[in-house]
């Protein structure tokens, strides 16, 4: 599991969800019961990856420039690969919708999404030694403090 894609940057997705769990909390008209569901499943994902949390800390506080592009492009991964199953999902919830202005909105954002996405791997994918270099080299060069 330690080399799984989610694993080596699951500290800043964790921050992120914490992040949001906090905003759910100052949501109006949802049920207190609901808010502590979701706050305790939140603290049961942070005790079960305690370790992967800590290591990543730390790993945050020695290199957090490195760590940040990594998940962004963690996150664009599993964006893209996560599309195989968001397609079929977004497609029955299009069949589904009474509202035919939204159903045409969800699936106009769908196919946008999933353009930009490919354009962005193919792009990444014949120039990554240039594009890597440029994020972790030139990029971390102008940004005062990174390391």
């Given amino acids: 599991m330690e080399n799984a894609l989610l694993v ?61 592009i990594r998940f962004l492009k963690e996150l664009l991964s599993l964006i893209f690969v996560n599309l195989l199953l968001f397609w079929p999902l977004t497609l029955i919830i299009v069949f589904y919708k009474a509202d035919e202005v939204g159903a045409e909105r969800l699936l106009k954002f769908m196919c946008v999404l999933t353009i930009v996405l490919w354009i962005i791997f193919v792009i990444y994918a014949y120039y ?18 990174a390391r």
């Avoid at 706050?39 to 490195?66: K, M, N, P």
């Avoid at 270099?133 to 990029?139: A, P, S, T």
Wanted: hydrophobic share 60%.
């Fill in 8 to 68: 080596k940057s699951l500290f800043l997705f964790l921050s992120l969800w914490g992040f949001t769990v906090m905003f759910l909390w100052f949501r109006p008209r949802i049920e207190l019961f609901w808010k502590i569901v979701a706050t305790l499943i939140f603290i049961f994902y942070v005790w079960f990856f305690w370790d992967e949390l800590s290591r990543g800390y730390t790993a945050f506080q020695a290199a957090w420039f490195d760590v940040t």
């Fill in 128 to 145: 990554h030694r240039g594009i890597d270099v440029f994020l972790f080299d030139k990029l971390k060069k102008m940004i005062p403090g």
